[in-house]
């Protein structure tokens, strides 16, 4: 290094203070926001230990969260699995809030302190800011009030009605929160304070007026004509607004035996599911936006004279660990590294708008060769998720690299067959294969509430549309099931319907389960 160059350095050494910090903070922020024209909520960095980071873990990440036994059985786990040496840490954990929440470990380096700052308060933070499912179907500016508001009321519940009580109704609804978001229809914005104050005041007023009268209604006649029969069926989905995808919603809304402030709590349990719906479909983009925005943003630093060699050997290494991918026959391969191949994608878009192939140019004649990287990557971020962002951009290039390939396998064939490898016919498989395990609403049971006589023996009924002939398993069916019935407060049954022919699979009713 030139004499006199270490004047130029952000940090020397690993040691870090809050001084340290700042300074390295202006200077990734200049990058980021000059020259990667990042737009990002203001950031807010927490130092904390790893005890807090452990805790972190446990309450699903959140700053704010109530109470439960499964968060104290998570912390035990990932302790000694910890202190046993068999499981790191995350460097880092961002919360996505107004403003932007992450935390930094104590024990880093300040050249991890660097790289972590870049990766969350910026590529996340950007990420969280502008794609448009976050911005459609959560409310950065909103979640932490809500949380502090979600925290209180549980603890005044568990103090009322005794914690067991409370606990029963958390896990239930902890057991269907993957059943408990809106998938095809933006969600209610969270309530402001008054909101919310005006909400609570309902509740205890409901409390204090609840008549347990209408239990005692006879149920309706039943009907001969098959036509008003139909009718009465049609018309009464109708006034419930059914087939209903969001389970917990319709519980929520419509179980005759929940009181008001169990209510209240599945509604707390759904929100928290509703505000984690777009990571699960991001995890490939947000972890590559964050990842290829610390590579660059260190990068850059390093050019500069500002990062030192050696501090720039222990970001690559922590970066390499990253993004490794193991090969489909080592014994460490647990599928695709969503950190790799979102970096790629990142920077397999950089390099065709600026140096393309002819094979570039005849499969994104778009963007090939424009020099607009940072546009196309600004505009990928904010208009996609993982499936529509690999099916538009992984390239026969990248497929190459990776040495992506194609099975079948059919369920009534006692083999597997090689149908797509990395060749001129098989790019178009692989890509769209690959995109649509990425699609949730292909890969995720579909579950909807499909009737339901209130005024007759008001059973459950569920429906599963089943795709690909997948089968729900028996057991976890059969767990859920009865959860399910310990919010309603009668049977409940479900049936799977193939989706295309519209036979039924399957049905499975809670009368007939051991135990009920």
Not at 19 to 25: G, K, N
Not at 211 to 220: M, N, Q
């Amino acid at each position: 290094m030139p004499q006199g160059a270490a004047s130029n350095l952000l940090f020397q050494g690993s040691d870090w203070n809050f001084e340290t910090l700042a300074r390295t903070y202006d200077a990734i922020e200049k990058i980021g926001i000059d020259e990667l024209g990042l737009d990002v909520y203001p950031n807010q960095l927490e130092i904390i230990s790893s005890e807090q980071m452990l805790d972190a873990y446990s309450s699903v990440g959140m700053p704010l969260m109530y109470q439960h036994w499964s968060f104290g059985k998570r912390f035990v786990f990932e302790d000694h699995l910890y202190r046993k040496g068999r499981r790191g840490l995350a460097y880092e954990l961002v919360i996505n809030s107004n403003p932007c929440i992450t935390y930094l470990m104590e024990e880093n380096t300040m050249a991890m302190q660097a790289l972590v700052t870049a990766h969350a308060a910026f590529g996340h933070n950007h990420f969280f800011k502008n794609n448009y499912l976050f911005r459609q179907w959560t409310d950065a500016s909103a979640i932490l009030n809500y949380m502090d508001f979600a925290k209180k009321y549980i603890a005044k519940c568990e103090e009322r009605h005794g914690t067991a009580a409370v606990e029963s109704i958390l896990d239930s609804a902890h057991a269907l929160m993957d059943q408990g978001v809106f998938r095809y229809r933006r969600p209610p914005r969270l309530s402001s304070e008054k909101e919310r104050e005006r909400m609570r005041e309902r509740l205890e007023y409901e409390e204090q007026t609840y008549s347990d009268l209408w239990r005692t209604l006879p149920p309706s006649s039943e009907n001969s004509d098959p036509s008003e029969v139909e009718r009465d069926v049609t018309e009464r989905k109708k006034a419930l607004n059914l087939p209903e995808e969001n389970l917990l919603y319709f519980l929520e809304k419509t179980s005759l035996i929940l009181e008001p402030w169990q209510r209240e709590i599945l509604r707390i349990v759904r929100v928290i599911a509703q505000y984690f719906y777009p990571q699960r479909q991001t995890k490939v983009m947000n972890e590559g936006c964050a990842t290829y925005v610390h590579y660059t943003i260190m990068n850059r630093l390093f050019d500069r004279g500002q990062i030192s060699e050696g501090a720039m050997l222990e970001i690559l290494q922590s970066h390499t660990n990253v993004v490794f991918q193991p090969a489909f026959d080592d014994p460490r391969f647990p599928g695709l590294n969503p950190y790799a191949l979102g970096f790629a994608m990142m920077q397999e878009i950089e390099r065709i708008c600026v140096d393309p192939t002819p094979e570039d140019r005849d499969w994104f004649p778009e963007i090939a060769g424009t020099g607009n990287w940072r546009e196309t990557l600004l505009d990928a971020w904010a208009n996609h998720r993982d499936e529509s962002f690999v099916l538009q951009y992984l390239s026969p290039s990248l497929i190459r690299k990776f040495r992506l390939f194609l099975l079948t396998d059919e369920a009534d064939d006692n083999y597997c067959e090689v149908a797509s490898i990395h060749n001129e016919r098989g790019y178009e498989a692989i890509r769209t294969a690959l995109a649509r395990s990425y699609d949730i609403g292909a890969n995720q049971p579909d579950i909807q509430v499909m009737d339901v006589d209130l005024l007759g023996d008001r059973h459950l009924r569920l429906q599963h549309n089943v795709k690909n002939g997948v089968l729900l398993d028996e057991d976890s069916r059969d767990d859920t099931l009865r959860h399910v019935r310990h919010l309603w407060g009668y049977d409940v049954s479900i049936a799977g319907v193939d989706s295309e022919t519209g036979e039924t699979l399957y049905e499975c009713t809670t009368a007939d389960l051991s135990g009920e």
